[in-house]
């Protein structure tokens, strides 16, 4: 007796229709994940732009309170007698 006996028509074709339907199922959360993957990839380029722009100001205005910074204390030194 052949293993496939058992089985009636009406069960082979359950099996097709559930196997049919998983492969949906993952083919969706694979589309739902691409859409949220694209999603937070703009977020992240968004939020990179934004950190590129703040130290294109922030990088030279620290350079420049750092060299008055120096420069202050410089000036502010007592003068000692040599």
Known sequence: MNALD????ED???WIVI???IVVGVLVALW???WVMVFLGKIFL???A????????L????IIAG???????????PQTAA
């Open 50 to 57: 934004l950190i590129v722009a703040l130290l294109k100001f």
């Open 59 to 62: 990088i030279p205005a620290l």
């Open 32 to 34: 739902l994940a691409g």
């Open 67 to 77: 060299v008055l910074y120096l420069i202050l204390r410089a000036l502010s030194k």
């Open 6 to 9: 058992r089985y009636t028509l």
């Open 12 to 14: 082979l074709l359950e």
């Open 19 to 21: 196997g049919l339907l």
């Open 46 to 48: 968004a939020v990179a």
